[in-house]
Nanobody, 129 residues
């Protein structure tokens, strides 16, 4: 069972950048499809970005395309979310998520909340205007 821990959140001004990290305890990290979600106050948790097991395929929600980049380092059991040109509407708690399915291809990217099996505790990002 994967345990996930996010880090890197904080307070940043609009237009700034920040990188979130998610460290996984699972030694077979490369077998997991990974994703980032976020939840703003009073809103449902939403998909932000996902990356395939191999790292060769990614997907993003429209509002972050061109600004956010998801990546992974399987040797370090870590997935990252590089966030540039941040906006106040990006303010939320950001969650890392992991999915393990033997049948998933190496390029499969999961984008639905219910696709994922394991979740981190979240890290707060606040973007000031």
């Amino acid at each position: 069972q994967a345990q996930l821990k996010e880090s890197g959140g904080g307070l940043v001004q609009a237009g700034g950048s920040l990188r979130l990290s998610c460290a996984a305890s699972e030694r077979t990290f490369s077998s997991y499809t990974m994703g980032w979600f976020r939840q703003a106050p009073g809103k449902e948790r939403e998909f932000v970005a996902g990356i395939s097991r191999s790292g060769s395929a990614t997907d993003y929600t429209d509002s972050v395309k061109g600004r956010f980049t998801i990546s992974r380092d399987n040797a370090k059991n870590t997935v990252y979310l590089q966030m540039n040109s941040l906006k106040p509407e990006d303010t939320a708690v950001y969650y890392c998520a992991a999915r393990f399915r033997l049948r998933d291809s190496a390029i499969y990217v999961a984008t639905w909340l219910t696709d994922y099996d394991y979740w981190g505790q979240g890290t707060q990002l606040t973007v000031s205007s």
